[in-house]
């Protein structure tokens, strides 16, 4: 679809070789296309079956990290191959194993000078692989449960929303330090195909795995403090620990303020501060 699909040419920022690579970029398109015949397909027509990705996750990942070494290893590779090739600064160290990490090379093209590898693997098979991922962890809570729990569809929705909007703001990216300085390794290879899609996703997959049940044995112990609104404030287990400092974080920020701006009528103008004398 990067190829395929219609996209913005924008040239990057200058290198230190003085002249800037083009990029195409496409990944809202890309991230809609992707999206809405999942969705389709997944939900609506009910020919795909979207939770396969949820019940197989761990071996996705698996193989999306051999795949993430294999690439790493011929980035390396082949930064000493061919026609003189730009280089990170920090990439091309003589140490093996720290090149390796970092990246040699700085801006790898193989398929052609409009297609970055880098810049490919950082948004469209990560950040949409993350939406993708989610979209298909609440698929399989809807085929087992009959449906969408509120709280998965809040985080879901919150999280498919960032992805929007990185790839919305697109353009932004290539004045990071992931193009811009870093070379193309293997912190960017697993960060891009394994880390990404798979650590964000742990918050729907725990809510799959866990239903929020507030009728659990689990919880029945937890001490409560009736609200006026007639809910309960959670007052042992963990929040219990953790909201006090909570509260005070909020008290201090609410109570922030400039004492001078404080005392002051609306009609007023602030009152001169006299500097100190001279010695």
């Given amino acids: 679809m990067h190829w395929c699909l219609p996209g913005k040419l924008q040239s990057g920022v200058k290198l230190s070789t003085s002249h800037r690579l083009p990029y195409k970029l496409n990944g809202l398109t890309c991230f809609c296309a992707v999206m809405a015949a999942s969705t389709l397909l997944g939900f609506g027509l009910q020919i795909l079956d979207l939770g396969w990705l949820a019940d197989n996750i761990m071996a996705v990942l698996a193989a999306l990290l051999v795949i993430s070494i294999g690439l790493s290893f011929w980035l390396y590779s082949s ?3 061919g026609k003189q090739k730009l280089l990170a600064e920090g990439g091309s160290t003589g140490y093996t194993v720290y090149d390796f990490f970092i990246g040699r090379e700085l801006n790898p093209r193989p398929f052609g000078r409009l297609f970055d590898l880098k810049h490919f693997c950082e948004l469209y098979p990560g950040m949409i692989g993350w939406a993708l991922l989610d979209l298909a962890i609440m698929h399989r809570q809807w085929t087992q449960q009959g ?13 498919i929303w960032y992805v929007a909007d990185s790839l919305w703001f ?8 992931d193009i811009t300085t870093e070379g193309f390794g293997f912190m960017l290879a697993f960060g891009d195909l394994v880390w990404v899609p798979f650590t964000y996703c742990l918050q729907p997959l725990y809510i ?14 937890l001490q409560t403090l009736p609200t006026k609104r007639g809910t309960c404030l959670i007052t042992s287990g963990w929040w219990g620990l953790v909201r006090h400092p909570n509260y005070l974080g909020d008290w201090m920020m609410a109570c922030v303020f400039h004492p001078q701006k404080l005392l002051l009528q609306p009609s007023q103008s602030p009152i001169p501060i006299p500097s100190a004398p001279s010695p």
């Fill in 170 to 177: 697109e353009p932004a990216i290539l004045t990071t330090m």
């Fill in 79 to 81: 930064s000493f191959s």
């Fill in 147 to 159: 449906a969408v729990s509120l709280s998965m569809a809040l985080v879901c929705l919150f999280q």
């Fill in 208 to 221: 799959l795995h866990h239903p929020q049940d507030p009728t659990h044995p689990s919880v029945a112990g």
